[in-house]
């Protein structure tokens, strides 16, 4: 009965951990990031699933958040207005698509800076990180996000101030 009672515990802990896991496509960290300095923008295109990854990140200790990169859509995606159902899914994923996936130009940029990302970074697709340790290779790595970064220079000032913020928070 001991040995149940433990197993179910080191299970709950596991649901636990994973709850506090944030899925990122690899070109995201650096918006999350921005957008934990200045607030996410009015008229952005994942507004919505910024915002809810943003809530997470504030509600919860910052020991406690791991980031799993991933290829297909993510927690940011889930809230696009422009992702949609569709039955041949897209490179994003399956079950869904969106504008993005469908017009090559942006494909390719992505894909560009995602493989920059994983250079910069030393990740790759499944890697998980703590947020906090992921905030310090960034600090470390990527310290400017240049005009061949997306997003670009407009975002330098709030990336700088979420980098800050992230770093000295204490939980």
Request: aromatic fraction near 6%.
């Amino acid at each position: 009965a001991r040995e149940l009672g433990r197993a179910r515990t080191d299970c709950r802990d596991e649901e636990v951990r994973i709850l506090r896991r944030i899925r990122l496509r690899p070109y995201h960290p650096t918006y999350v990031v921005a957008y934990y300095g200045d607030g996410v923008p009015a008229g952005g295109r994942a507004r919505a699933g910024f915002e809810a990854v943003q809530r997470r990140i504030r509600e919860t200790p910052l020991d406690e958040i791991e980031i799993e990169i991933v290829r297909e859509h993510d927690d940011v995606c889930a809230g696009c207005i422009f992702r949609r159902e569709s039955a041949g899914g897209s490179l994003w994923g399956q079950r869904h698509t969106c504008t993005s996936a469908e017009d090559p130009k942006i494909i390719a940029e992505v894909e560009r800076v995602n493989e920059k990302m994983f250079r910069l970074l030393g990740l790759g697709y499944g890697s998980v990180i703590g947020l906090r340790e992921l905030v310090s290779l960034l600090r470390e790595k990527l310290p400017v996000i240049d005009d061949d970064m997306l997003g670009g220079r407009p975002m330098q000032e709030s990336y700088e101030k979420g980098l800050a913020a992230l770093a000295t928070r204490r939980d």
